[in-house]
């Protein structure tokens, strides 16, 4: 452990000071939140609630719990304009936008299928600035994002950014309540024999998803020539993580069943920051056929195909779907 604090780290980069206070009320969110998860058993607040999200996805208490975390943590930073939140149907306006204003999307509690089972689970969000003064559009490019990160609440609880200055992970130390600088700077093995993707929908995916786990599963003796191992979390923020720290590749494609509702994943709070983390890291972020940083939104929930992760494998992948 270095003795560099997620502030002076940020400080140190040169950040905006209202940029470290917003970054630091999500740290404090985060924190809140990690305590909330490693208490839920004790608290009652394991299971569900008789509520849907505006996805229309049962609630678990935590889901609510960690929304409310954020919103509370967050709402009073000096120049947050807007919150977007997988939780809450509608963009919470904390302001009258001003030229320079951030605006911050997040998903308070990624993986929450995984609550009950007490495995990993995270937290997604993202900054992007308003551009012009009275300007309430949120629905911008990915490419947009001037920070973008999840925090990990696994056996250490981890704060992860990019920022501009690379990809750095932070652990929360349990005393003190601080981040500190654990991984100084992470990097993506540009190949890798290891995927991810839930096989349970296989009979809908596409040919391209088909052909490349198809190719995967022969091993050395398919066209691939070499042996994969295979992982599926049901967590995106564990599956991100573990491809930061050992390489590999994420797919949740477009399918027969999905495609009515443009995939699984929602663009703006869960998947073109985790693009943001994993480029900045050297790996890379399509859905197939687009770069996910390239994409234009066209409402805060919208969903998309996702591919991430290692950058030879995902340019592989795409390769298939141009074929
Ligand atoms: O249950 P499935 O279909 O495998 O989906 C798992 C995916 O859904 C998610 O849990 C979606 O996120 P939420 O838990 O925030 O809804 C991802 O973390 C994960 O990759
Ligand atoms: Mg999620
Ligand atoms: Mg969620």
């Known amino acids: 452990m270095t003795n560099i604090t997620l502030r002076r780290h940020?400080?140190?980069?040169g950040h905006d000071p209202d940029l470290i206070f917003l970054l630091e009320d999500i740290a404090s969110a985060c924190r809140s939140t990690a305590y909330e998860v490693r208490n839920g058993p004790l608290k009652g607040n394991l299971g569900l609630t008789d509520s849907t999200n505006v996805q229309g996805e049962d609630q678990k208490p935590l889901d609510i719990i960690a929304n409310d975390i954020f919103v509370e943590t967050c709402a009073n930073s000096p120049r947050l304009a807007a919150l977007v939140s997988e939780e809450i149907e509608e963009v919470v306006w904390l302001k009258e936008p001003e030229e320079g204003d951030y605006l911050l999307f997040f998903d308070?509690?990624?993986?929450?299928?995984?609550?009950?089972?007490?495995?990993?689970?995270?937290?997604?969000?993202?900054?992007?600035?308003?551009?012009?003064?009275?300007?309430?559009?949120?629905?911008?490019?990915?490419?947009?994002?001037?920070?973008?990160?999840?925090?990990?609440?696994?056996?250490?609880?981890?704060?992860?950014?990019?920022?501009?200055?690379?990809?750095?992970?932070f652990t929360l130390h349990q005393g003190s309540g601080i981040f500190r600088l654990t991984h100084p700077s992470l990097t993506i093995k540009q190949d890798t024999p290891e995927f991810a993707i839930n096989a349970s929908r296989q009979r809908f995916w596409d040919a391209p998803i088909q052909q490349y786990v198809d190719e995967c599963l022969q091993g050395k003796e398919g066209p691939r020539g070499k042996d994969f191992n295979m992982r599926w979390v049901a967590s995106m923020v564990a599956e991100v993580h573990r491809i930061l720290m050992r390489g590999g590749v994420f797919l949740y494609p477009?399918?027969?069943?999905?495609?009515?509702?443009?995939?699984?994943?929602?663009?703006?709070?869960?998947?073109?920051?985790?693009?943001?983390?994993i480029e900045a890291a050297g790996g890379a972020g399509s859905t197939g056929t687009e770069r996910i940083l390239d994409l234009l939104p066209s409402e805060p929930h919208q969903?998309?195909?996702?591919?991430?992760?290692?950058?030879?494998?995902?340019?592989y992948i795409v390769d298939l779907h141009t074929k």
Request: glycine residues 10%.
């Open 10 to 13: 940020l400080t140190d980069k």
């Open 108 to 169: 308070p509690l990624d993986g929450s299928s995984n609550l009950d089972t007490n495995l990993s689970v995270g937290t997604i969000f993202s900054i992007m600035r308003v551009t012009k003064d009275g300007d309430r559009n949120v629905l911008k490019k990915g490419s947009d994002q001037i920070v973008a990160g999840y925090a990990l609440y696994g056996p250490a609880t981890m704060l992860v950014l990019a920022h501009g200055h690379g990809v750095q992970s």
């Open 254 to 277: 477009l399918d027969d069943a999905n495609r009515a509702k443009g995939g699984r994943l929602r663009l703006l709070y869960e998947v073109a920051p985790m693009a943001m983390v």
């Open 303 to 315: 969903r998309v195909a996702t591919i991430l992760g290692s950058k030879s494998e995902v340019d």
